[in-house]
């Protein structure tokens, strides 16, 4: 394998492993509280919402990679599914947390919504830490989206055309890679977090340093068995 | 409301004996599991009935892994520690796979252990950076040695599902069984339900040891069955059927001693096990 | 031209609609079991002090549980196509009918073993709390959990089937999707599962599940584990819960994982259908790159739409419900 294959395929893994790191931060989780209006963002942990808004990135990608070989555009692909999904599912648990427990979409960590300027705290109930998906939230949701199935599908694309793996092998690698990033980003988040607004958000920096160690350590195992098997996978 | 009370409280159950204990502590069984499994995965050629036998070992070992790390709360749950834990073993096996043809002596790789050293390396190098006070901080006593174990278990148990598969550790064979087929994603799946099925479903202040492990063991069972099955489909054990049937039979019988084994167990030792009953009612 | 177009859309709906089935009940699944971020209540009401006859499947979170389902399903699918294919060597689908069922109910097997552990093993370990192992509560409870886990399971495999097969089964088999089928069946049952989770839990977590409480405002830490333990007439268990979410959470969930679909294989079809890539498939040309292009153009104005459909909507609810006016 020629240097200039190794280099490429190791610098999409850290950028991919970054933005996963990065998505995880912006997503607005919201963990077992937001289940009970607790707390604002989507009721489940990072993890889950992080692998289920990449997994579709991941799906849309493989189906594009297939009619295109061109980088950018099953990067963007892939981004673009995954923000679809988790545009979808924050409107709609909207709907749900309007109608079917009474409850207004609002944020406990802001006193004024950042983008649209309305106030938040008289519509908070005492003793919770927000609830639902408002504004300023949806925007940071579907910014983590596109950053995490950018991460998932830029991977995805390095294993499949620079490494030649099969589509079956890159999935499960890239994959197995965007796991670790993603998990030790919700351990640097512990619980909840909003999105950009969230004081927790200022931790970026830490779980950023370590993605980008794993991710290039698993990048270089990747590279080490894609040259030894020489384009057979 | 009228509720009446729950005859269920009539006797407090008396002090019972554990009804089963495997001796090694948390370390002893880290070294017994991690010496069979690989000796057992280096060795291709061996019937697919032990490989699942040390495959039981390797689960037991990253349950216990899973058990240590989480029982001090990680901020998401137990799950993802499992799933990180086989996200690296897949990684991990694909660097083995590589490795496997040098130093390989007939059906005899020591290739393979390469890709299970280096997953332990990263899982170490992951585990003090999650821990680092500058970094994510994470303050969970001996992290840095659970995810190296976890490492090299997820390694260690998708390689020895891979060998169980195509019963050999060629990469050409494991591409078009496990990958191309689709296998894999059952391996990943099950293997991290494996190691952290059992202390999630096992959570609370009165879990207890043994009993964990018997639920690793169980679904160390189930996923022989189904691995069992998937070699009769490929039918690339130089054993022949039988060697798939052996594993069917033999992960039937794991799976149902182990199965009734922590049922009862749990019978027994439950606050009380009641047929049907109303609640206590407060006050 | 036209039939494999048609054909295609044809497909597109059928999958739409499987995933629309296949999410509502995998929200009303997890209801019954008590499953995911609402089950820490379940959890937690023992330690409050609340003894009560809720089934606790702590198994996993969705995602990861429903993702086992649907890989074991799609793995034993998978298993017996290969055996019974050759038997219909001319229409492979007939070996599907059976393959896709049987391969079902091995996964609904599995899922009733992890229920059971996780039912007893939770319990078990909350002995000093004196919370019992009821066990009409643990056996009533299987059979409606594996029956909705049955749908859910069975829908994704479905559509796995038919996104592995989409090329033969409208005629042109380049158009397969490259995955396999239990990795198809493991990528929507990541998807179906965290959907599921994100959505349709609100409606149990924060209405059902504390149903004595105040309506129309998010639940006080200060009520946390302390859930409703009596239902209309006598005591709650789970199953009185399926029929409430039924009439919102879960339709509302299988909209979204319905949406979510039929949206993305939308913008698919509408970039190979404009930019020309149907019916030669000139993949890897600037007609390949035209499609993709087009696709993403499609699926920024649904971002769009979707953006300013919270907007509108966040604001109506605001001008609507008032400021909080409880104490």
Sequence with gaps: ?233 | MTVTPAAVEEEAPAEKKLDFSFPPGETELGIIAGIISAVVVTLAALPAVIKGAALIFAILWGMDSVRKTSKYGLGTGVPSIGVLAIGYGVIGTLMGLALAEYGRAGQFYPGVLVGVLVMGGIGLISGIMSNHEKLVAMKIPHLERAMMELGMTGTLIILLECSIVTGSLNFGAVLEDVIETGVIALMFIFSAFAIFHPYNACLGPDERRERTRMVAVEIGGLICILLGFAQIVIGTSPYGILDGVSLVVFGAVIWIVFFRMFIRACFKEAYATVGTGLIKTLG | MGLIVVLLFAWMLVIAFLAFVACTFEDLESDIGSQSNPNSQVQLAAQVGQVHRFFNKAISGEPLSNALYCATAGTITWMLLQKLEPFVPDAPWKAAVLAIPVGVLGAAMVHLIFSTTAHCGRTVAQKRFEQPLYLDVLYGHLLPIATHGYMTTFCITTIAYIQSNLGTLSGNPALNHPFALPMLGFIWGITVGSIGSSTGDVHYGTEREFQDRPFGEGKRVIYHGKITRYAECGIRTQRDIAGFCAKFGGPVTGMTFGLIILFENWRNMVGMVLAGFLPDLPAFTPTGDMTAVISIVAGLLIIAALALGNLTFVRWVRKRCGPFVGE
């Design chain 1, 1 to 233: 394998m020629e240097p200039t294959l190794m280099i490429l395929i190791l610098v999409l893994v850290v950028i991919g492993g970054l933005l996963a790191s990065l998505g995880a931060h912006l997503l607005p989780v919201g963990g077992a509280p937001a289940a009970m209006g607790t707390a604002t963002g989507i009721a489940t942990g990072t993890v889950q919402i992080m692998l289920g808004a990449v997994m579709t990135g991941l799906f849309t990608a493989s189906s594009v990679a297939t009619l295109t070989n061109n980088l950018a555009l099953v990067a963007l692909s892939g981004a673009i599914g995954a923000t679809i999904m988790i545009s979808v599912v924050m409107l709609m648990a909207n709907i749900l947390y309007a109608f079917g427990c009474g409850v207004v979409p609002v944020s406990g960590r802001v006193p004024v919504d950042p983008i649209t300027k309305e106030p938040q705290t008289p519509y908070k109930t005492p003793q919770t830490d927000g609830h639902g998906v408002p504004n300023v939230v949806f925007v940071s949701g579907m910014l983590g989206g596109f950053s995490g199935g950018l991460g998932g599908a830029l991977m995805y694309y390095a294993l499949l055309n620079y490494a030649h793996f099969s589509p079956n092998t890159a999935g499960i690698g890239a994959m197995s890679i965007f796991v670790p990033n993603a998990i030790i980003a919700a351990y640097n988040i512990r619980g909840t977090i909003e999105g950009f607004h969230d004081p927790k958000f200022k931790r970026l920096p830490f779980s950023l340093a370590t993605s980008f160690v794993v991710s290039l350590l698993c990048g270089i195992v990747v590279v080490i068995a894609a040259s030894v098997l020489g384009g057979v996978a």
